[in-house]
């Protein structure tokens, strides 16, 4: 995208903005990275990102139609923020989209992953093969990332539509 059209292209309406922020906020929490075991690296932050984003995209999937724009802005939310964060790391052009590409993938896989996990499959496999991308990491740091995931969904499920609207994960 060149600068002309990132410069005049609308912005995010404000509630993708306040539940992107959201989600920002609780990826960055430090006990992702020390209790959790999840790498303190740009690749770790983007799959502490895509695990947050995944559970609200995954309740606001259960709002239906109320939620769909929501939904929809969020990712485009998401996107842009790779697309910037690819771009603020000197990857040109020619590469950028092709990389968001696979980011988004990466979210729709996580999506997937996460809903099966979260419905009764092997959340600590799902984690272990998209948060951790397999790296070998301690039992019990694991253990931490089902507990906070499972807290997370939790929480995210006794709030309103409109709690989520306004950044309250």
Not at 57 to 74: I, K, M, V
Request: charged share 25%.
């Amino acid at each position: 995208m060149t600068f002309l059209a990132r410069l005049f292209r609308p912005h995010s309406p404000p509630a993708a903005d306040a539940v992107y922020a959201a989600i920002v906020a609780a990826a960055r929490d430090p006990g992702w990275y020390r209790a959790g075991g999840v790498a303190d690296t740009i690749d770790g932050r983007f799959d502490a990102v895509a695990l947050v984003a995944a559970l609200v995209l995954l309740r606001l999937e259960r709002e239906g139609d109320p939620a769909r724009q929501l939904s929809a802005d969020l990712t485009d939310r998401f996107i842009a923020d790779m697309d910037g964060s690819l771009r603020e790391r000197g990857i040109g052009d020619p590469t950028v989209g092709k990389q968001v590409g696979h980011m988004i993938a990466a979210l729709g896989g996580r999506l997937g992953a996460y809903r099966d996990a979260l419905a009764g499959g092997d959340l600590a496999a799902a984690l272990r093969r998209n948060l951790y991308r397999g790296a070998t990491v301690d039992p019990a740091a694991v253990d931490w990332s089902v507990r906070r995931v499972r807290a997370l969904a939790d929480a995210l499920a006794r709030r309103s539509l409109a709690d989520i609207e306004d950044g309250r994960l």
